[in-house]
C-alpha cells in the first residue's frame, strides 16, 4: 500500500484494494522492488506473499491455490514464481492445491525437482482448488495439524530452507458446485486459448469469464473453500508456535 509491504491491513485498506479491481498490479516477487520504488499499491500473489511473510517471521500462510506450470509450458515456459519461491523460502503455503487450469502433473514434477514437501491434508490425492481429486497423488499424507507441525519443525532442524504445500481438498458439501465450475473453467480455458489470451492475463480472464458463466455461484465456492482453507492453516500455526516454544 503506496509502497509499503503491508503484513495486516485495516478493514478500509481492504476495501481500497478490493474497490481498485484491475487497476491495482498483481505483484509477484520480482515486482516488488519496482512497486516499492514508485510507492504504488500492489496485490501481492503467492511468491510476492511468501517473500514477505518470511520476512516478518511468519511460517505459515492461507491462500486459495497456488500458481504453478501452464499447460503447454512445453513450448511457452510458463512457469509461475510461486514454485521458485516455494523452493527457497521456509513459509508453508496451506491451499487448495493447484488451479485446475494448470498442468497439475508438471507443476508436481517441478515442486519435486525443487525439493518442497507436498502434503495432502486428511487425503491421498492432490487436490485442483475446486475439485477434491485431481489425478495425481500427493507426495505425503497427514491427517493433522500436529502431524503438519511437527514435519515443519524437523525441516526446519535440519536446515532446509524450502516452504511446503499443504493441500486441502475443497468442502464436501461444496464439490458439486465445484464440479459446476470446474465445467465452466474449461469452457473458459477453451475460450483463451481461441483468443489468443496468455501469460499473466489468462488467470483474470479464466476467474472473469467462470464467474460469468456460472453466474457468481464460484465465488460462492471460492469463498467456502478459502474459509475452510483458513481453519485448517489457523490450527497448523497454531499446533507449530506450541511446538517451537514445548
Same mark, same amino acid.
Given at each position: 500500500m503506496g509502497g509499503k509491504m503491508k503484513v495486516g491491513m485495516s478493514e478500509g485498506e481492504l476495501e481500497e484494494l478490493a474497490r481498485?479491481?484491475?487497476?491495482?498490479?498483481?505483484?509477484?516477487v520480482r515486482d516488488l522492488p519496482m512497486c516499492i520504488s514508485k510507492g504504488s499499491h500492489g496485490a501481492t500473489t503467492v511468491s510476492g506473499t511468501m517473500h514477505?511473510?518470511?520476512?516478518?517471521?511468519?511460517?505459515?500462510?492461507?491462500t486459495g491455490g497456488i500458481g504453478g506450470v501452464h499447460?503447454?509450458?512445453e513450448q511457452t515456459w510458463d512457469v509461475s514464481s510461486d514454485l521458485t519461491e516455494l523452493g527457497r523460502t521456509p513459509v508453508a503455503v496451506v491451499c487448495?492445491?493447484?488451479?485446475?487450469?494448470?498442468?497439475i502433473p508438471r507443476t508436481l514434477e517441478y515442486l519435486e525437482t525443487l525439493g518442497v514437501p507436498v502434503i495432502g491434508y486428511d487425503t491421498d490425492d492432490f487436490p485442483a482448488f475446486f475439485s477434491p481429486k485431481s489425478g495425481c497423488k500427493s507426495h505425503i499424507r497427514l491427517d493433522t495439524p500436529s502431524q503438519v507441525a511437527s514435519l515443519l519443525t524437523a525441516r526446519s532442524r *535440519?536446515?532446509?530452507? &524450502?516452504? $511446503?504445500?499443504?493441500? !486441502?481438498? *475443497?468442502?464436501?458439501? &461444496?464439490? $458439486?458446485?465445484?464440479? !459446476?465450475?470446474e465445467q465452466a473453467t474449461r469452457q473458459a480455458l477453451s475460450?483463451?486459448?481461441?483468443?489468443?489470451?496468455s501469460g499473466a492475463n489468462v488467470t483474470p480472464f479464466i476467474l472473469k469469464r467462470v464467474s460469468e458463466i456460472t453466474q457468481g455461484s464460484s465465488l460462492t465456492a471460492n469463498i467456502a473453500l478459502v474459509l475452510n482453507n483458513a481453519r485448517v492453516g489457523s490450527r497448523i500455526a497454531v499446533r507449530l508456535s506450541e511446538q517451537q516454544q514445548g
Open positions: 481498485g479491481g484491475g487497476k491495482i498490479p498483481k505483484v509477484g514477505i511473510a518470511s520476512l516478518a517471521g511468519i511460517e505459515v500462510f492461507v499447460r503447454g509450458a487448495a492445491g493447484a488451479k485446475s487450469i494448470l498442468d *535440519i536446515g532446509l530452507k &524450502c516452504g $511446503a504445500v499443504v493441500a !486441502v481438498p *475443497i468442502p464436501g458439501e &461444496c464439490a $458439486a458446485e465445484g464440479e !459446476v465450475v475460450e483463451a486459448s481461441e483468443q489468443g489470451i
